[in-house]
């Protein structure tokens, strides 16, 4: 199942070119702001209430910190820790960096005077510790995909996503996510990490292309 409307490149390195950690987290931190973008989209689509403005934020930042989530336990799967720490530190920063700037652009300095960054790191400090309690998905390849969240992490974004959403719409909002929004957003994100860690040489591109 992927995102309809979402297309992502399955490379973003030239063939034998030295790929840092922070290099990595940049190109997955574009990937996980437009996954989690997209299913605002889908949910909004599917006759959810996600209003623009604060609503639209508070949504945003509960899903950026679940696909964070996956990611890092796929780092975790794939990497050193030294690597995965600078990796993961590094994609915080840049979904933090993403989501400050939009939400300062639209909705202006925080009332408390707190930076919008600041506040969206300390919640994924706090969200990673309940997420870490969850585990992997049994029926899952873990050695294709790395790490899939078992059914009570996939629960847990749901539940804290309900709140957020008008009362008409919070009895709907579990079954919705969990059959079908988490799980497409977690195979981009499954996609594009195997891609990006790929030691696989990728096919030579033609050198004419026909089309529109």
Do not use: C
Not at 199 to 210: D, G, K, N, Q, V
Request: hydrophobic share 45%.
């Amino acid at each position: 199942m992927n995102l309809p409307g979402l297309r992502i490149k399955s490379h973003w390195f030239k063939p034998g070119t030295q790929r840092t950690p922070e290099q990595q987290a940049s190109a997955m931190a574009f990937i996980v702001w437009r996954t989690a973008h997209q299913m605002l989209k889908r949910m909004r689509g599917a006759a959810f209430h996600i209003d623009a403005g604060a609503p639209y934020f508070v949504f945003m930042r509960e899903v950026l910190v679940f696909l964070i989530a996956v990611v890092d336990r796929i780092a975790h799967a794939r990497m050193d820790g030294a690597t995965r720490q600078a990796f993961t530190v590094a994609l915080v920063r840049h979904v933090a960096s993403t989501l400050a700037d939009n939400e300062a652009e639209l909705m202006g300095p925080r009332s408390d005077g707190a930076a919008h960054g600041d506040t969206f790191i300390d919640l994924v400090n706090e969200l990673s510790a309940h997420y870490a309690e969850f585990g992997a998905d049994p029926h899952a390849d873990a050695s294709a995909l790395g790490f899939a969240p078992d059914f009570n992490f996939v629960r847990y974004l749901g539940s804290r996503l309900e709140p957020t959403l008008p009362p008409e719409d919070r009895r709907w909002v579990l079954d919705q996510v969990m059959a079908s929004e988490a799980p497409a957003a977690v195979q981009v994100v499954q996609d594009a990490m195997r891609n990006l860690l790929s030691t696989e040489s990728r096919p030579r591109r033609r050198a004419t292309l026909s089309g529109d």
